[in-house]
Every structure is written in structure tokens, then in C-alpha cells.
């Protein structure tokens, strides 16, 4: 479908900084004892710095980049889970994040049990889960294990029905954190399908993979961080090549 030029997402100089201690502590009770002394001598970590990005409402956007290039937690203030140091984020639509599949999910609770109290800190009352309840467990594949407590899963089950659960009502803005390389391929493909039908409807898709493969297929545009910084913005196809000859 054509991508509309409205932009849903809209990120200005944004900067996020972590305050980390510059000198190794050996001991708990040395840290602590420092700590109330104020003796602990820090330094400015940017995980993210001046980054400017929009993106457009019907689009699906990736993110690329080496472990600690600023991916995670550019979704989280994107999510509003983390503020900015500085800079300013402008969101026109509801965002369901899926930065940590069954984030919230009670051990000891029941599969059942969980729908209802992860869909709560989605925003959704009893009554919207209970209409999506039965294409939750349809789509996870429990079949009677939604009876079973949590703990009992595997990490398998445990992702497919957080990902049945986050995406079970139709989000304006879906952010996915790489738990798409999570379950067998043809349960990451249940899910790729999901995500291509938002985006037929009309919802803004953000995700970050390291599987340049699946970033290629999904995404219209990509941006690449290197240290918390954006080195190039385009075409999935223009800055995947990019980034992979400065790889090399």
C-alpha cells in the first residue's frame, strides 16, 4: 500500500545519557559506603546522541546496528519506558511496544490468568480480552497448557503467547525488539504474517532485528546507529548495503 507522508513519529535532538562510575569498586559494602559519602566518581555514558528521525504513519521502519549502537533504548523512549536527557519526542497514536515478550507475566499465575492481567497493563479491560481470548490461545498454540501455570513453559511458550497477547488488538503503532528470533520458524513466520496485516491496515510497524534478511523483506525504510549516533537513513535495500560494506 502507499505510504502516506504524515509523520506518526517524530524524534528532535534527542539524547539520552547514562551516568556510569569511572573507577572499578570491589566490594558491596564499599560501593554503598561510597555511595552515602559521595565519593563515587562518575562519567557520562550517551547511549543515544542528537538524533533526529520521523517516521511515517502506514510505514514499517527498521532499526540496524552492532550490540550497543543505542537500538534498545531508542525504542524505549520512543516508548516512553525511558525519558530523554535532552531533545523532544512527539507521538500522534497508541503504541503497543513489544520490547520484552510476557513482560509482566506472574510465574505462578495461569496462561489464562496472564491474558487478562498483561492485557490490563496493555490498557485493555476484561471484557476486550475476553472477546480476543480464543484466538489468543488458537494463535500461541497452548491448546489445555493455557491452564497451566507460567513457570511451566517453555521459553516457547512462554514468547508465543506474549506476542499473541501484544498483538491481539490492532495496534496504531507496533514496536517489535527482536522477538521475532525467538520460537520455531514457522511459528516467527505466524508472526512476520501478523505484523504484514497491521501493516495492510494502515498501522506504523518500528522494529529492530539483527537478521538483515528480515529487515530487508518487512521494512520500506531503515535507519543505521553506530554509538548512539544515526549514520544513515533510506531504502531498506540502500542502507542494508551500506551497512554491510562497513562491516567489512
Not at 505510504?3 to 558491596?28: A, H, M, Q, W
Not at 503497543?96 to 490468568?113: D, M, N
Not at 520458524?185 to 510497524?205: L, P, W
Request: proline share 3%; glycine share 8%; with cysteine.
Amino acid at each position: 500500500m502507499p505510504i502516506e507522508s504524515k509523520p506518526i513519529i517524530v524524534l528532535e535532538n534527542v539524547s539520552v545519557r547514562y551516568r556510569l562510575p569511572s573507577e572499578r569498586i570491589g566490594t558491596l559494602k564499599e560501593y554503598a559506603i561510597r555511595i552515602l559519602q559521595r565519593r563515587i566518581k562518575h562519567r557520562d555514558f550517551w547511549a543515544v546522541k542528537d538524533l533526529d528521525l520521523s517516521i511515517n504513519q502506514g510505514e514499517v521502519f527498521g532499526i540496524i546496528g552492532e550490540n550497543g549502537a543505542g537500538k534498545s533504548t531508542l525504542l524505549k523512549v520512543i516508548s516512553k519506558v525511558l525519558r530523554p536527557t535532552t531533545g523532544r519526542v512527539r507521538i500522534y497514536g497508541k503504541i503497543a511496544p513489544l520490547l520484552e515478550l510476557g513482560a509482566g507475566f506472574h510465574p505462578e499465575l495461569s496462561g489464562r490468568e496472564n491474558v487478562f492481567l498483561n492485557g490490563a497493563l496493555l490498557g485493555y479491560s476484561h471484557e476486550e480480552m475476553s472477546r480476543v481470548f480464543d484466538e489468543i490461545v488458537e494463535f500461541s498454540e497452548l491448546g489445555e497448557f493455557i491452564d497451566a501455570p507460567i513457570r511451566t513453559y517453555s521459553s516457547g511458550m512462554y514468547a508465543r503467547l506474549g506476542f499473541a497477547v501484544a498483538t491481539a488488538h490492532q495496534p496504531e503503532i507496533l514496536i517489535v525488539d527482536e522477538i521475532l528470533s525467538v520460537g520455531d520458524e514457522a511459528f516467527q513466520r505466524k508472526c512476520t504474517d501478523r505484523i504484514s496485516g497491521f501493516r495492510e491496515d494502515g498501522a506504523t510497524v518500528l522494529m529492530v532485528s539483527h537478521n538483515l534478511d528480515l529487515i530487508a523483506e518487512m521494512c520500506d525504510r531503515v535507519a543505521w546507529l553506530d554509538h548512539g549516533k544515526l549514520i544513515h537513513t533510506g531504502s531498506s535495500e540502500e542502507v542494508i548495503a551500506k551497512y554491510r560494506e562497513g562491516a567489512h
